[in-house]
């Protein structure tokens, strides 16, 4: 996507050395486009854990990176048994940064299999690079075709309503959140680009506003037309016929359905569903985990520490970004950053391969090598 007119990718080798990757600090936005460089395996895990990288595709596809900066990491003349600890080490070390988004295990035990097939330090070097890479170009690409997929769902609806299409998102799952596109921008972009009026109203998503601060920023980078509303204000505007559909992202999507994704998710889609509003969820096929079902039960949700939601940042009339507390000090917070919801709440799933309903058997006729063999 464009930031200023200039095509980036939210992660990439650093072109001058390519022992280096490079990251957009996401913690700096919408006030500073910063880059920077990271350099080894546990600078990656701290990107993540810290947030200068987020969302699932993106987490996954930093994994990746962070898997080849391990491999660098190597000491030369490690024996194999030495060489397999490491990178079990720094595999499990970026595994433990953030448990809900399934990307990052995925990605992990992607490297970590292919890793596995040579015995030499610089054949690994060169199969974690080119895993990494494959990680980052298809995530891109599913990203891509996601887009295509939900394009003609939003020319749907213009031909029925011929006014501009009315669409709301929550958190970001925009391409900051992926290597590009986004998965629920996708849809948007590509309708956008082919010249559908579209208009999004963009959740702010508290506690850590990634609505209000990522995506609106990506929307204007794009120039697409939207609107930033406090989190509570979707059921309002669905029962007034201002939304014509929604599309979120997800985290971690079971074989049944049921999705995690930002917290506050639930609420939009029993929103949705109360007014007859379809509620789409737009994801690549690494973010399903095929291993679980029931999504409330199965499916890990992070905790983030209290000070999310006692302290706010933003900019002051000066031009300083600060941090202020919101809440009295002796009142406790909680901070769950991820709820489920479940499928009977989905109109269908946008993925690479074409649009299904939430159902197991919606996913299995998408994705029919997933389907568990029979007796
Ligand atoms: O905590 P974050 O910002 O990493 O949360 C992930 C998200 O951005 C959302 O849940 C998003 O909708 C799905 S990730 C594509």
Known sequence: MRVNQKPYRTILLNPANRRVVQIIDQRQLPFEFIVRDIANSESMAAAIRDMQVRGAGLIGAAAGYGMYLAALEIPGGASESAMTRHLNEAGKRLKATRPTAVNLEWAVERQLAALAATPTIEGKIEVARM??????????????????????????????????????????????????????????????DVGIPLHVWVDETRPRNQGARLTAWELAQHGVNHTVIADNTGGHLMQQGQVDMV??????????????????????????HDNG?????????????????????????????????????????????????????????????????????????????????ATEEGLFSLFPERRPPSG
């Not at 006014?163 to 956008?192: E, K, M, Q």
């Not at 000070?307 to 406790?332: A, K, N, W």
């Open 131 to 192: 895993t990494a890479l494959s990680i980052a170009d298809e995530d891109v690409d599913y990203c891509r075709r996601i887009g295509e997929h939900g394009l003609e769902l939003i020319a749907k609806i213009l031909r029925r309503t011929e006014r501009p299409v009315n669409i709301l998102t929550h958190c970001n799952a925009g391409w900051l959140a992926f290597v590009d596109y986004g998965s629920a921008t996708a849809p948007i972009y590509a309708a956008h």
């Open 247 to 272: 599309i979120t992202g997800a985290d971690r999507v079971t074989c049944t359905g049921d999705v995690a994704n930002k917290i506050g998710t639930y609420l939009k889609a029993l929103a949705a």
């Open 277 to 357: 509003v379809p509620f789409y969820v737009a994801l690549p096929s690494s973010s399903f985990d095929w291993k679980k079902r029931d999504g409330a039960l199965e499916i890990p949700i992070e905790q983030r520490g209290d000070d999310e939601v006692t302290f706010i940042s933003g900019m002051d009339s000066d031009g300083v970004v600060r941090e202020v507390r919101l809440t009295p000090p002796q009142s406790p917070a909680a901070n769950f950053a991820f709820d489920v919801t479940p499928a009977r709440l989905i109109t269908g799933f946008i993925t690479e391969r074409g649009i299904c309903p």
